[in-house]
């Protein structure tokens, strides 16, 4: 079973970064696609963006555009979310998963973790 543990979320003034990691727990590790998530209080989760594992292209919803970035570290078995120029919309809980076959629905979800953008 692949656990996927989430770090790096905390507290922000806005216009400011954060990169969050999310690192699966077993040695040897591929899938699809990775993912991230969030869904902030009161609102349905919604996509952020993905990567592909195996060619690192990347997807991203609108309002994230050329403000978030994706990364991977293969060798690691862990994805990064690079975030800048936060805004207090930003807020929410993030979530990582993994996508194992390319199908359409997500197989691993991790713990998430807390990001607040302060105004």
């Known amino acids: 079973q692949v656990q996927l543990v989430e770090s790096g979320g905390g507290l922000v003034q806005t216009g400011g970064s954060l990169r969050l990691s999310c690192a699966a727990s077993?040695?040897?590790?591929?899938?699809?696609?990775m993912g991230w998530f969030r869904q902030a209080p009161g609102k349905e989760r919604e996509f952020v963006g993905s990567?592909?594992?195996?060619?690192?292209?990347?997807y991203y919803e609108d309002s994230v555009k050329g403000r978030f970035t994706i990364s991977k570290d293969n060798a690691n078995n862990t994805v990064y979310l690079q975030m800048n120029r936060l805004r207090p919309e930003d807020t929410a809980v993030y979530y990582c998963?993994?996508?194992?076959?390319?199908?359409?629905?997500?197989?691993?979800w991790g713990q998430g973790t807390q990001v607040t953008v302060s105004s």
């Open positions: 998963a993994a996508d194992v076959i390319g199908g359409e629905s997500w197989d691993y």
């Open positions: 990567i592909r594992w195996s060619v690192s292209s990347t």
């Open positions: 077993v040695r040897t590790f591929s899938c699809w696609r």
